[in-house]
C-alpha cells in the first residue's frame, strides 16, 4: 500500500465553512494520508447544483497524479480508519474501476433521527472511489446524482464494512445536491433524541461537532 497514491475530491462552494474545516481535520486525522487533497472550490459559474461540474474538473485534474480517488463531501462524517478501510478493499478486490460501500447511514441533525439505506450494486457518492485514467462519460454540470451515472457505466463491486465507517449528515447548509437535506423526513425512522448514536460511533470532536449543529 505504500506505494499507492490516493488523491481526495472534496466539492465546495465556500457556503459552509465550518464543515469544511471539520472535513479537513477528519482529513489530517486519517491513519493513511492521501498523496493529494483536491478542494475543488473554484467559482460558481451558475447558480444550479453544480457538484458532477466540480468532480468531473476536479478528476481531470488529479488523476495523472495518483493511482486512485476517494470522493470525500465537506460535511459528512468519516472514521480515521476511512481511507485505510476504501483503499485495502480497493486493493483485495483487484483494482476495479469503481469501489464502495454497499449501505450508507443517513443522519439528519435537525430532527437527531437516522436510517440506513441499502444498495448492493452501488455505492453513495460519499462512499466511492474511483480508479484514475478512466474514461468516464460525466452527465451534465448541474445533474445532482453523480454517483448513479458513475456506477451505472463503470465496472466496479460494494463491500459491507466490519464496522461504521462513515456517516452523511442532513443539514440545509449551503448548497445540497439532492433533496433529502430539507424534506422526505419520513425515512428517518430511528429515534436519536439523546444523540447517543452519534456519540457511540464518533470520535469526541467530531460528536461535539455534529451534536451542535442545527437545520438552517
Same mark, same amino acid.
Given at each position: 500500500?505504500?506505494?499507492?497514491?490516493?488523491?481526495?475530491?472534496?466539492?465546495?462552494?465556500?457556503?459552509?465553512?465550518?464543515?469544511?474545516?471539520?472535513?479537513?481535520? /477528519?482529513?489530517?486525522?486519517?491513519?493513511?494520508?492521501?498523496?493529494?487533497?483536491?478542494?475543488?472550490?473554484? !467559482? =460558481?459559474? +451558475? @447558480?444550479?447544483?453544480?457538484?458532477?461540474?466540480?468532480?468531473?474538473?476536479?478528476?481531470?485534474?488529479?488523476?495523472?497524479?495518483?493511482?486512485?480517488?476517494?470522493?470525500?463531501?465537506?460535511?459528512?462524517?468519516?472514521?480515521?480508519?476511512?481511507?485505510?478501510?476504501?483503499?485495502?478493499?480497493?486493493?483485495?478486490?483487484?483494482?476495479?474501476?469503481?469501489?464502495?460501500?454497499?449501505?450508507?447511514?443517513?443522519?439528519?441533525?435537525?430532527?437527531?433521527?437516522?436510517?440506513?439505506?441499502?444498495?448492493?450494486?452501488?455505492?453513495?457518492? /460519499?462512499?466511492?472511489?474511483?480508479?484514475?485514467?478512466?474514461?468516464?462519460?460525466?452527465?451534465?454540470?448541474? !445533474? =445532482?446524482? +453523480? @454517483?448513479?451515472?458513475?456506477?451505472?457505466?463503470?465496472?466496479?463491486?460494494?463491500?459491507?464494512?466490519?464496522?461504521?465507517?462513515?456517516?452523511?449528515?442532513?443539514?440545509?447548509?449551503?448548497?445540497?445536491?439532492?433533496?433529502?437535506?430539507?424534506?422526505?423526513?419520513?425515512?428517518?425512522?430511528?429515534?436519536?433524541?439523546?444523540?447517543?448514536?452519534?456519540?457511540?460511533?464518533?470520535?469526541?470532536?467530531?460528536?461535539?461537532?455534529?451534536?451542535?449543529?442545527?437545520?438552517?
Amino acid at each position: 500500500m505504500n506505494n499507492i497514491k490516493v488523491g481526495i475530491i472534496i466539492p465546495d462552494r465556500n457556503d459552509r465553512p465550518l464543515f469544511l474545516n471539520n472535513c479537513l481535520r /477528519m482529513i489530517q486525522n486519517q491513519t493513511l494520508q492521501p498523496y493529494q487533497v483536491v478542494l475543488m472550490n473554484d !467559482e =460558481p459559474i +451558475t @447558480d444550479k447544483c453544480d457538484i458532477t461540474w466540480r468532480y468531473r474538473l476536479a478528476y481531470e485534474r488529479i488523476q495523472n497524479d495518483v493511482d486512485c480517488v476517494i470522493l470525500i463531501e465537506n460535511d459528512d462524517w468519516y472514521h480515521p480508519e476511512y481511507i485505510q478501510t476504501m483503499v485495502n478493499q480497493w486493493i483485495l478486490n483487484g483494482k476495479p474501476e469503481i469501489i464502495g460501500t454497499n449501505y450508507t447511514i443517513y443522519y439528519h441533525v435537525g430532527i437527531n433521527k437516522h436510517f440506513t439505506m441499502n444498495h448492493k450494486r452501488r455505492a453513495s457518492a /460519499m462512499n466511492t472511489l474511483l480508479k484514475t485514467k478512466l474514461d468516464i462519460k460525466w452527465p451534465v454540470d448541474h !445533474e =445532482p446524482y +453523480t @454517483d448513479l451515472h458513475l456506477w451505472k457505466q463503470l465496472n466496479g463491486l460494494t463491500f459491507h464494512p466490519n464496522k461504521i465507517i462513515s456517516i452523511g449528515i442532513k443539514h440545509g447548509v449551503g448548497m445540497c445536491g439532492g433533496k433529502n437535506h430539507t424534506c422526505s423526513f419520513y425515512r428517518y425512522i430511528n429515534d436519536d433524541s439523546n444523540k447517543q448514536f452519534l456519540k457511540q460511533n464518533m470520535d469526541d470532536e467530531s460528536f461535539k461537532f455534529y451534536s451542535n449543529l442545527k437545520q438552517n
